[in-house]
């Protein structure tokens, strides 16, 4: 394939933002046309223009082109910092609320959650804290990428992807095998994975925390509030979103309130 054209470029880049949000431009133009190029070399299609005829004509291939282009970098308790703010203080303090309503329901949303790294996280810090025979434990994880999602329903990860796993959790929550670790169906019985494009409403709401780190990045301003205030909508009344470490709601309209615990910066829903 020839480098891709200006006409091309945009045909694409606008296709992409319209079925999913996410945004390309002259910055990561160069991811564009490798994850293009990869896909039409599978295809054994040689021009860019074929190529597009083929995507918008084949809800299938939409699909796996927007799977391409998202980033799937993840890892186990991905920034500590947030973690130890999760497990020391907000994890106990919605769960003493919601004991304290006599509901014994934790609601959790992890949004692009790609390989499952972290809603398996999460379940390990709620599963160390609370007994799962006595409270409802509800986790969903979402994602775009369906190729993503089919490895963290597996729930299996080789040695070098358990990095940061604490070893009192490895033990606890995970089976060693051959050339890794696998997740304890106690874990994975908490947790439902679910293929979600965040252009759309999925129709979930009262979540105690919602978690969507290193997401909204890849959106353009006006997407990433429309999603943000989706969120807001979304959560329980008090409730907590975690964003990834350099993503902020600086200059957003949000009636989102940062909060800083243990070092680091969530978002917290509190209305009187």
Not at 226 to 237: A, D, E, S, T
Request: proline share 3%.
């Amino acid at each position: 394939m020839a480098e891709l054209s200006e006409n091309d470029f945009i045909r694409f880049k606008d296709l992409i933002h319209k079925e999913s949000g996410i945004f390309f431009d002259s910055m990561n133009r160069s991811i564009l046309e490798s994850r293009l190029k990869e896909r039409m070399r599978q295809k054994e299609i040689q021009t860019a223009e074929e190529y597009y005829h083929n995507v918008i004509s084949d809800k299938k291939e939409l699909e796996t082109l927007l799977d391409s282009v998202t980033t799937n970098l993840t890892k186990f308790f991905r920034n500590e910092k947030q973690f130890y703010a999760f497990r020391k203080n907000i994890l106990p303090e919605v769960i003493e609320r919601n004991r304290q309503t006599g509901k014994k329901t934790l609601k959790i949303w992890s949004a692009g959650c790609s390989t499952g790294e972290e809603p398996y996280s999460i379940a390990c810090e709620i599963l160390n804290l609370i007994d799962p025979v006595s409270w409802k434990i509800s986790i969903l994880s979402s994602d775009i990428s369906l190729k993503s999602l089919m490895k963290a329903k597996a729930g299996y990860y080789p040695k070098e992807r358990i990095e940061g796993v604490p070893e009192e959790y490895l033990k606890k929550f995970f089976i060693e095998e051959k050339e890794g670790y696998r997740i304890k169906d106690e874990v994975k019985n908490n947790i439902r994975f679910d293929y979600h494009n965040l252009k759309h409403d999925n129709g979930e709401r009262d979540f105690d925390i919602i978690f969507c780190r290193n997401v909204i990045i890849y959106f353009d301003k006006q997407e990433q509030e429309r999603i943000v205030n989706h969120f807001y909508k979304c959560l329980k009344n008090p409730g907590h979103l975690f964003l990834g470490h350099s993503e902020s709601l600086f200059g957003m309209q949000t009636f989102f309130k940062p909060l800083k615990v243990e070092g680091t910066f969530i978002y917290s829903k509190k209305e009187d």
